[in-house]
Every structure is written in C-alpha cells, then in structure tokens.
C-alpha cells in the first residue's frame, strides 16, 4: 500500500502548489485593480483640472474681447486732414 500513500502526498503536495499559485493570482489581481482605479482617480482630477482652467482661459479670453471692444468704441476718431492737390 505504499502507493496509495505517496499518491495521497503527491495529491496534497499539488494541492497545495495550486492554492499557493491562486493566492499569487489572485493577489495581483487584486493589485492591478487597485493601480487602475488610482490612475482613473488621477485621471478624473487632471480631466477636471484641464476644465477648469480652459474656462477661466475662455472667460478671460472674453473679458479681453469686451474690453478691446470698449476702448475701440471710445477711441477718439482720427480726423485725416486733406492734403492738398498740386496743381
């Protein structure tokens, strides 16, 4: 019966070499997970950051537009003096 008996240890030694081989899977599993939800995480901040700062470029950009747009309205008007044909 020796047979049955290293077959019964050959069983639980792969046994054992197969849970061990899960937990390292499951394990950076788990890790990779947690590294793709830290990069969606940076990446919704820089996302959010590039928001906010292209509207205050665009509300800058318009208030430049209106202020441009009021001085021109109250530049004085250059009269252009006539020169004088030679006859």
Do not use: W, Y
Request: glycine share 2%; proline share 2%; hydrophobic share 35%.
């Amino acid at each position: 019966m020796p047979d049955s008996k290293s077959s019964e240890n050959g069983s639980r030694d792969s046994d054992r070499a197969r849970r061990r081989a899960q937990n390292h899977f499951t394990v950076q599993a788990e890790r990779d997970a947690l590294v793709k939800q830290e990069l969606a995480a940076e990446r919704a901040a820089s996302d959010a950051k590039t928001a906010k700062l292209r509207a205050l470029r665009l509300a800058k950009e318009e208030a430049d537009r209106e202020t441009a747009r009021i001085a021109a309205e109250n530049a004085p008007v250059k009269k252009t003096a006539k020169k004088a044909k030679a006859r």
